[in-house]
């Protein structure tokens, strides 16, 4: 599999797979269970912008992306931002809509653990998925097969940046494509 197939995969499971959760005494449970709906809504539909919404709703992509530019952070002005966050969620999207339907059926999770800002689930497969939350119930990243996804779109997109020179520009138009 590809490094972005990788990462398709990655982002994929995270947010399709728990579509069932079980009861544990976890504040984040309830919300996780919410994100699992309307991440499957978003398979069933396989609209890019309906995996957008979703994220949006359930995710610190803001974030995300910005943790993903790694030491190109500084390099993004101001001005760029909106444009950058943008394009960072339409390239999220458009992944987990290319993978709906090879992953729509992906093993629901059981909430397992909370501890902290992280709640852990075990796929019906074995497997286990971590969830990093923000103090506002927000995803901030997504652990499978010991894989944290905001670091893998991180490698991405700074080895993009990186093979161009340093040129943000390049980024954005992989980000488009």
Same mark, same amino acid.
């Given at each position: 599999?590809?490094?972005? #197939?990788?990462?398709?995969?990655?982002?994929?499971?995270?947010?399709?797979?728990?579509?069932?959760?079980?009861?544990?005494?976890?504040?984040?449970?309830?919300?996780?269970? @919410?994100?699992?709906?309307?991440?499957?809504?978003?398979?069933?539909?396989?609209?890019?912008? %309906?995996?957008?919404?979703?994220?949006?709703?359930?995710?610190?992509? $803001?974030?995300?992306?910005?943790?993903?530019?790694?030491?190109?952070?500084?390099?993004?002005?101001?001005?760029?931002?909106?444009?950058?966050?943008?394009?960072?969620?339409?390239?999220? #999207?458009?992944?987990?809509? @290319?993978?709906?339907?090879?992953? %729509?059926?992906? @093993?629901?999770?059981?909430?397992?653990?909370?501890?902290?800002?992280?709640?852990?689930?075990?796929?019906?497969?074995?497997?286990?998925?971590?969830?990093?939350?923000?103090? #506002?119930?927000?995803?901030?990243?997504?652990?499978?097969?010991?894989?944290?996804?905001?670091?893998?779109? $991180?490698?991405?997109?700074?080895?993009?940046?990186?093979?161009?020179? #340093? @040129?943000?520009? %390049?980024?954005? %138009?992989?980000?488009?494509?």
């Amino acid at each position: 599999m590809s490094k972005s #197939g990788f990462i398709s995969t990655l982002i994929f499971c995270g947010f399709i797979s728990w579509q069932s959760v079980a009861a544990v005494a976890c504040p984040a449970a309830n919300f996780i269970q @919410d994100a699992g709906s309307a991440f499957s809504s978003a398979a069933r539909s396989g609209s890019p912008s %309906a995996f957008t919404s979703a994220a949006s709703r359930f995710t610190d992509l $803001r974030g995300i992306a910005l943790f993903a530019l790694g030491s190109y952070r500084g390099s993004l002005s101001p001005g760029q931002e909106g444009k950058y966050i943008s394009l960072a969620k339409g390239f999220i #999207g458009r992944f987990m809509a @290319d993978n709906a339907s090879s992953l %729509a059926g992906s @093993d629901d999770l059981t909430v397992t653990t909370c501890s902290g800002n992280t709640v852990s689930a075990k796929m019906a497969s074995g497997g286990t998925v971590i969830f990093r939350l923000s103090s #506002g119930s927000r995803i901030q990243d997504v652990n499978v097969s010991g894989i944290w996804m905001a670091q893998a779109l $991180r490698d991405k997109f700074t080895g993009v940046i990186r093979s161009h020179g #340093g @040129d943000m520009n %390049a980024l954005f %138009a992989y980000l488009a494509q």
